[in-house]
């Protein structure tokens, strides 16, 4: 069974930085796929980056693309998310996920979902 913890939510003001941390734990090998999401208040949530755990492939929402940055560490399997030149509209619950399957699209179906942890920009 995989667990997935965030950490790392903090309020900034607009323009600031912020770097989100999700450490993964269990049967991490399973797992082809970690991403980002984020649920903006009153709002679906939405995909904000994602990584192939395998060949290090990345793919990242239009949102955020040039301002964000996924990184792994498959020795202690941690995912983060640096955060630059952030926007009041990047504020959300922001969410760290595993995925099985071979794909490892934003759009695609993921598995295991962490807690999630708040971002607030204002």
């Known amino acids: 069974q995989v667990q997935l913890v965030e950490s790392g939510g903090a309020s900034v003001q607009a323009g600031g930085s912020l770097r989100l941390s999700c450490v993964a734990s269990g049967s991490m090998p399973s797992m082809n796929c970690l991403g980002w999401f984020r649920q903006p208040p009153g709002k679906e949530r939405e995909g904000v980056a994602s990584v192939a755990t395998g060949d290090g492939s990345r793919d990242y929402a239009d949102s955020v693309n040039g301002r964000f940055t996924v990184s792994q560490n498959n020795i202690n399997y941690t995912l983060n998310l640096q955060m630059t030149n952030l926007k009041p509209e990047d504020t959300a619950i922001y969410y760290c996920?595993?995925?099985?399957?071979?794909?490892?699209?934003?759009?695609?179906?993921?598995?295991?979902w962490g807690q999630g942890t708040q971002v607030t920009v204002s």
């Open positions: 996920a595993a995925r099985r399957g071979y794909f490892c699209r934003l759009k695609d179906d993921y598995d295991v």
